[in-house]
């Protein structure tokens, strides 16, 4: 670490701090590059907001500068964040890193700089994040002793007490225990806050259970206060992270209700802001008054299974991926796969290892591929092994995800280059390759819709021994297969819908009924590049989403406490 780099890095955090001081948002403002961002996760509003060029930061902060109070300005010199001269792509290259801390009114944040010099050789902010790290009343507890009373009272007392206090009067329900909901729930016990998990299952992990069998989860799986044994594999497979997964809500002395859910419809009271929800646990119903709802069911709702005329004469099989029960029970029998994703993709690489008598895959628009080294190597980038998830995580944050689509962009003909002599391939057997939204890549797709990471089936494709039908749409079943758009005939003796699932909203308002129309849509981008619903304000109050990869939870699960009141007791 150059000491210059640090005198740099803390002579503009002292300069943001006495603009702040100043309550001047022009003043802030002209220590920003031009076209500059300010990432801001609840330091001037209770949301997520993104702002670039130098017009929309002052408006912004003109709104909130003298209510927020920001002082206190330090540079973090914590062990991993260190200031540093890095790269962020192509043509971002000697862009100055460092971490800060701060205060505002109601709490203490964190915050990261990227500083580039301008024409004039002065150091200007490209990027500038904050984050509320830790509301006033609500910080984040640390070990406990482990000796209760004295030494005088049992862990098992102890738990039973505290157990029974959560059931009796909890602050939060928190709908699903899959890896979301398990991660929000640990934080907010944490917290002080009296969360209970309910989830339709009969035990936690069986929403990975229930998946179909080839299963592998494709990122970096990590939980939060629980990171992965250095022996963990990759990849990791379904019913290892589903035995993961029950292993952390007994770890993390979490209060779950399994064989559970809520009856419809649930009722919010404006006037004591706490809900009444009846939940069905086994045979038995329960009335709950908690201050929150936290969905946090997935980003994916019901099984998405197109309706398509002469399904009713159709003598084969017809099911979802997700009811995929393995590549053995299709053993010579011809199979259709319709869809084109990584879930069409594990499909089809199972049923020929199994000996299917032919494989199609029926690609009705376009694809983007990468193979699986490809994308390891990027998020072992983002996360790399021997750095806490903690630092890397709040990397991540700090990068606002509009910058994020510019940088995928330049380094999309990259991702081509690595991966040409397998997209050759891939055409020269009719499969259809994009460059996904902006011809940002894989990643900039997964925000809006899912693309493809390869282990396996693009040899396959290559080999011949997986068929790409592309270009068209299943018009019609008959008794012995299905007639396309295109007027071409297939026969089939099982069609299996890789074709994704409904939206969450639409899942959940069987439960809620119309309170769910005061919501926003979820997922996808708004005009800021935020991500849409998840973890900021719904629309609803006292009404939250939570889902996305393991890292949103990790990281935004703190945040679903924003301008809410948790009394103790």
């Known amino acids: 670490m150059s000491s210059e780099i640090v005198r740099i890095a803390a002579d503009w955090l002292d300069s943001l701090g006495q603009a702040f001081a100043s309550g001047d948002a022009e003043t802030i403002v002209a220590l920003f590059q031009q076209d500059g961002w300010l990432r801001d996760l609840l330091t001037f509003s209770w949301d997520f907001r993104s702002l670039r060029g130098t017009d929309q930061i002052i408006n912004y902060l003109s709104q909130y500068i003298p209510s927020a109070s920001i002082s206190n300005v330090k540079l973090d010199r914590r062990t991993g964040l260190e200031p540093s001269l890095v790269s962020l792509g192509p043509d971002l290259d000697n862009i100055l890193e460092a971490s800060f801390t701060f205060e505002n009114a109601s709490g203490s944040g964190r915050g990261m700089i990227y500083l580039k010099q301008d024409a004039t050789q002065q150091w200007k902010a490209f990027i500038v994040f904050m984050t509320l790290d830790e509301l006033r009343g609500l910080e984040e507890q640390d070990h406990e002793s482990g000796l209760y009373g004295g030494h005088t009272i049992t862990y098992q007392e102890v738990q ?3 157990v029974a206090e959560v059931e009796s009067d909890p602050q939060v329900l928190i709908v699903g225990a899959g890896q979301t909901g398990l991660q929000v729930a640990a934080r907010f016990k944490q917290m002080g806050i009296r969360a209970i998990v309910i989830d339709k299952n009969s035990r936690v992990g069986d929403n990975w259970r229930v998946r179909y069998i080839m299963f592998p989860h494709h990122t970096r799986a990590l939980l939060l206060y629980a990171p992965f044994p250095s022996t963990w594999p990759r990849f990791t497979p379904r019913d290892k992270l589903a035995n993961w997964l029950e292993q952390y809500a007994t770890s993390q002395d979490l209060v779950i209700w399994t064989d559970s859910e809520i009856v419809p419809t649930p009722s919010y009271d404006p006037g004591t802001k706490r809900w009444g929800v009846r939940v069905r646990r086994g045979d038995t119903e329960y009335l709950l008054h908690p201050i929150d709802i936290v969905i946090a069911t997935g980003t994916l709702g019901d099984p998405l299974v197109p309706l398509i005329s002469g399904q009713d004469t159709f003598v084969g099989d017809i099911m979802h991926s997700s009811r995929f029960p393995g590549g053995q029970v299709f053993t010579g029998r011809r199979v259709l796969v319709v869809g084109a994703g990584n879930t069409s993709a594990d499909l089809c690489q199972d049923l020929v290892h199994h000996g299917a008598a032919s494989v199609t895959m029926v690609q009705r628009s376009s694809s983007v591929v990468v193979s699986d080294k490809y994308m390891a190597g990027f998020f072992e980038g983002r996360w790399p092994e021997g750095v806490p998830y903690e630092i890397s995580d709040f990397r991540t944050a700090a990068m606002p995800l509009g910058q994020t689509r510019e940088i995928l962009q330049r380094l999309q003909q990259y991702a ?10 891939l055409r020269k057997q009719g499969l259809s390759l994009s460059n996904g939204p902006d011809g940002a890549g894989l990643i900039w797709t997964l925000f809006s819709r899912l693309g493809g990471i390869d282990v396996g089936c693009a040899a396959l494709i290559a080999d011949g021994k997986v068929e ?3 270009g068209v749409e299943v018009a019609r079943f008959d008794k012995n297969g299905i007639l396309f758009s295109d007027g071409t005939e ?37 005009d800021e590049y935020e991500l849409r619903g998840f ?25 679903l406490v924003s301008g809410h009141s948790y009394p103790s007791g």
């Not at 074709?499 to 849509?521: A, E, L, Q, V």
Request: charged share 30%.
């Open 416 to 425: 081509l280059e690595y991966d040409s002599t397998m997209h050759e391939d």
């Open 490 to 526: 297939t026969e089939a003796d099982a069609v299996l819908f890789a074709t994704g699932y409904h939206n969450m909203r639409d899942t959940i308002r069987k439960i809620f009924g119309d309170i769910i129309d005061k919501t926003s849509p979820v997922w996808g981008l708004d």
């Open 535 to 559: 973890y900021r304000p719904s629309g609803q109050e006292g009404l939250w989403y939570a889902a996305g990869d393991f890292s949103h939870a990790r990281y935004h699960s703190k945040h």
């Open 468 to 470: 790409v039908k592309q």
């Open 160 to 162: 039973a007490r505290r």
